[in-house]
Every structure is written in structure tokens, then in C-alpha cells.
């Protein structure tokens, strides 16, 4: 194995970036399935992850020696919690998790369920796929690595999928409850599902105002390694129309033509909590309805134009100074908000629980761009 990472990583200048950019390379050193025998090894490539899930891709090496591609997979389990508490019932130690993975060209690609076992080290469910579990001809797997391996097994081969750890280029996954009720063993008949909720991603295929022909339902969480992505302009970027976004019916600002176009320039591409960033456009006259954060948190920054921005009074006591005025907050009813004037270069942070929205009183469009994330 290629020892000057290794050494360039330890170079003191560098720590820094272990702290701030969490790279990659931490998963190296950490604990891994077949790590408690010294003769194992790994080899991460490259780390994913998304809301409670993870996917690890790398080789595994025994005794020196390249043994095969792997694919671990780790989830918190946090959303399958609550889902399964709606039922009385609580998870044991073992989940599943549908995967699907995706390789280079049309047919590279497969699914299955696997079983993912509870690792009291990590304080997750936790499954690693192997390419094969065949040691190397005239050696033998270790004593204490021998018994995790095997179907349904925390170290575990799926032939659908083996063919596509080395190349995976995108994980899907769902999770959902064992199947069985903990710890009596009765069968549940209606096992629990987290895989995305109601989480869909927006597409352009009609120009059509709020038509839910732009909306995919996608059901599971997408896991995405490819490294880098290039917009060389973003107004080449098909809009998604919006008739009176966030507004009320008996709202005074709600009327017929008023729609704003949203650029979706990345959503699913994105890890963690990240939701989405794209780039809103206000025309004339129109507004993004005033609206409430819970859970999430929302950044907007002004690229153009200018216009009137709203604020929940005492969300930020710096625009305390700002005038007074009642909004009608979408799904809330009526709030005192702060008007606050927006040009290019202004900035809104809302935090959950925070109230925001804009509305473009001037003869040319007002652009932002918005980034959203869910918040713990």
C-alpha cells in the first residue's frame, strides 16, 4: 500500500485540516468491522453520508495482502426510532437496509436487503459487503473475524452485488425495522419504513406553474461519490415555476400571476443534511410568501436587484431599529415582522423556528440564492 499519504498526513502543518475539513482519511484509522484482529486492514476511498446513514467504500487487505472491494454500510437509526415508537414497539439489533448501487453505464447496477447488526462501538447499525469471503489460497481467516462472516452477518458477500463494489458510483438506501418485535420475536406485519419520508427532489419537465409533474418522489436516500460538479452557467439551468409560493388562500398577496422561478442547482448531489441550493428569481410585483422554518435553517443571499425582505420581530435584535408590520405567515396566520430593505450582497440567515419571506415592489427581477439544511 502507497505509504506518502500516510506521511504527508502526519506532518504537523497538516492537523489543522483533521479538525476543520474532517477528510476522508479519518475513516482509515478508525474501527472497522475486522480491525480486531491486527491482521486485517483497510483501505477507505471515499466516505458518504447522508441524514442517519453512511456508506464506506474501500478494500480490505489480509495479511499484507489486497483480499477484495467493500462496501460498509452504517446507520444511526434516529428517524427509524421514531417511527417505530408511533407503534408501541422499539428497535432491536438488527435492521434492514435496502441498497441499491449504481456503476459505470446503463447496466451497472443492482439491489438487495441486507441485515445490519448493532455495534455498541460506533453506536450504529452497521454491515460491511465483501466481493468474496474466501481468503487468499494457503491462508485462513482469523479466529475472531471468522464468526462475524456469512449471509445475514455483519461481514457479509450479496452476488447481486459484488460485481459493483469496486466501481460503485452511487449508493441508494432505505431503511426499515427487522421484521420481528424486540425482544419477543413476534412477526410485525407492518414494518416501518425510513427511507427519505416525503422527500422528493424538483425537475423542469413543464413550464407549467406549480405543476406536480416537476415533482419526483424518490423514497430513499441517495449516496453520491462523484467528487466534483461544474454549472459553467447557471441560467442555462431549466426554472421550475411557482404560483403563490408559501401564501395562504385569503391571502391579500396571493394572486393569480404571481409565480417566481427556482433554479435547482443541486439537491440530491448534496451529503449530510444538506437539502438543497438553488437560485430563486422574484419578478416584478411578485413575492415569496412569508414563511416558517422548523427544523431546518435556510441562508439567502442577494445576487440582484432589490426588494423587501421580512423577519419574525426579535429573530435578530439588530433590526429592531427596522419598521414594524403584520405578515401573514403561510400555515400560521398573522405575525409581527420586521421590513427590512435588501440589495445585492445582503444576507439572511433564518434558523429553525424563524420566520422570513421577500417581495419585489420594483420594476426588475430580484434574485437570491437559497442553501437549505436540516437541523439535529
Keep these: 500500500m502507497d505509504t506518502r499519504f500516510d506521511e504527508i498526513f ?4 497538516n492537523e489543522i485540516f483533521r479538525v476543520v475539513f474532517y477528510p476522508d482519511r479519518i475513516y482509515h484509522a478508525r474501527y472497522l468491522s475486522a480491525t480486531r484482529s491486527s491482521r486485517y486492514r483497510y483501505y ?15 478494500d480490505v487487505f489480509l495479511g499484507g495482502t489486497r483480499l477484495c472491494s467493500m462496501l460498509r454500510i452504517e446507520y444511526a437509526g434516529i428517524r427509524l426510532v421514531e417511527q417505530a415508537r408511533e407503534f408501541g414497539r422499539r428497535l432491536g439489533p438488527r435492521v434492514k437496509a435496502w441498497v441499491r448501487l449504481v456503476g459505470d453505464g446503463p447496466d451497472r447496477a443492482g439491489e438487495a436487503v441486507v441485515t445490519l447488526h448493532w455495534d455498541p462501538v460506533i453506536g450504529a447499525y452497521a454491515a460491511e459487503i465483501w466481493e468474496t469471503l474466501e481468503p ?33 458510483r452511487k449508493v441508494l438506501l432505505a431503511f426499515r425495522e427487522d421484521g420481528v418485535l424486540y425482544p419477543t420475536g413476534q412477526n410485525i ?45 447557471a441560467a442555462d439551468v431549466l426554472p421550475v415555476n411557482y404560483r403563490n409560493a408559501m401564501t395562504d388562500p385569503g391571502d391579500p398577496e396571493r394572486f393569480e400571476d404571481n409565480v417566481i422561478q427556482m433554479r435547482w442547482l443541486f439537491q440530491r448531489e448534496l451529503g449530510s443534511e444538506l437539502v438543497f441550493f438553488h437560485e430563486v428569481t422574484v419578478p416584478p410585483g411578485t413575492v415569496e410568501g412569508t414563511h416558517r422554518h422548523i427544523g431546518s435553517e435556510e441562508l439567502y443571499y442577494i445576487v440582484s436587484g432589490t426588494g423587501i425582505a421580512y423577519m419574525s420581530d426579535g429573530d435578530d435584535p439588530a433590526t429592531d431599529s427596522y419598521p414594524l408590520v403584520d405578515r401573514q405567515v403561510f400555515g400560521v396566520g398573522p405575525v409581527k415582522c420586521r421590513e427590512l430593505p435588501v440589495k445585492p450582497g445582503s444576507v439572511i440567515l433564518t434558523k429553525s423556528g424563524g420566520v422570513h419571506g421577500i417581495r419585489n415592489p420594483s420594476g426588475e427581477p430580484l434574485k437570491f440564492v437559497a442553501f437549505l439544511y436540516h437541523t439535529t
Excluded: C
Aim: proline share 10%; charged share 25%.
Design 136 to 168: 487468499p489460497a494457503g491462508s485462513a481467516h482469523d479466529h475472531r473475524v471468522l464468526p462475524l462472516m456469512g449471509r445475514d452477518a455483519p461481514i457479509t458477500r450479496v452476488p447481486r452485488l459484488s460485481p459493483l463494489l469496486g466501481g460503485a
Design 189 to 233: 406485519g407492518d414494518a416501518q419504513w425510513d427511507n427519505a419520508y416525503l422527500r422528493s427532489h424538483q425537475e423542469p419537465r413543464t413550464p407549467e406553474p406549480s405543476s406536480a409533474l416537476n415533482t419526483v418522489e424518490d423514497k430513499n436516500y441517495l449516496l453520491d461519490f462523484q467528487r466534483g460538479y461544474f454549472i459553467p452557467d
Design 44 to 58: 477507505v476511498s471515499e466516505v458518504r453520508n447522508s441524514a442517519d446513514g453512511t456508506a464506506i467504500k474501500g
Design 10 to 13: 502526519t506532518h504537523p502543518e
